[in-house]
T-cell receptor, first 113, second 116 residues
């Protein structure tokens, strides 16, 4: 089973709201990732967690705050976002940061008003 | 730093036509190479991957890709496309570092439209 699940599927929020995106995998993978994908563009890496510790932050603004409560879960907390943050947010996982293959979830379509 | 180029941004084919999508990468060392597909409204799915060994790799749905090291290329092919192959195709590369790390770099994508 190579399934990564993400909730919610769609999210609309105002610039003053606080919301969270959730990602879950049950493949025993120890590396998890957040990507941002704008329309007609490739995914851009935001964060990498390895063994529940943040290993890569691609200079993402602090209004995005990742959290890895355990090896199966990855959250992305959102606060004071801007309209230009509207995008598809993808979660992925792999066996480890050296594990080559990343498996992607369906994404959360975020709209910031 | 690694980079990936996909020169065909939009491709339109008729059903049963043959497909070849170009992918070139820039990285001085060993690489893992991937093709992902994103069908309309759906998530990224792995089509095929190359790590080592036979440079001709076969993936799902009749797709194959050939790794040509001397050309830094990993082109995707399918002998006969179907309407259901209409999707965005992303080539991706992961440079292998001695210390590990798993940063995937994606190409800009190729939008394929297959007409009946």
């Amino acid at each position: 089973d190579t399934e990564v699940t993400q909730t919610p599927k769609h999210l609309v929020m105002g610039m003053t709201n606080k919301k969270s995106l959730k990602c879950e995998q049950h493949m025993g993978h120890r590396a998890m990732y957040w990507y941002k994908q704008k329309a007609k563009k490739p995914p851009e890496l935001m964060f990498v967690y390895s063994y529940e510790k943040l290993s890569i932050n691609e200079s993402v603004p602090s209004r995005f705050s990742p959290e890895c409560p355990n090896s199966s879960l990855l959250n992305l907390h959102l606060h004071a976002l801007q309209p230009e943050d509207s995008a598809l947010y993808l979660c992925a996982s792999s066996q480890g940061t050296s594990g080559p293959t990343q498996y992607f979830g369906p994404g959360t379509r975020l709209t910031v008003l | 730093a690694q980079s990936v180029s996909q020169h065909n941004h939009h491709v339109i084919l008729s059903e049963a036509a043959s497909l070849e999508l170009g992918c070139n990468y820039s990285y001085g060392g060993t690489v893992n190479l991937f093709w992902y597909v994103q069908y309309p409204g759906q998530h990224l799915q792995l089509l095929l991957k190359y790590f080592s060994g036979d440079p001709l790799v076969k993936g799902i749905k009749g797709f194959e890709a050939e790794f040509i090291k001397s050309k830094f290329s990993f082109n995707l092919r399918k002998p006969s496309v179907q309407w259901s192959d209409t999707a965005e195709y992303f080539c991706a590369v992961k440079g292998i570092l001695t210390g590990g790390g798993n940063k995937l770099t994606f190409g800009t994508g190729t939008q394929l439209k297959v007409e009946l």
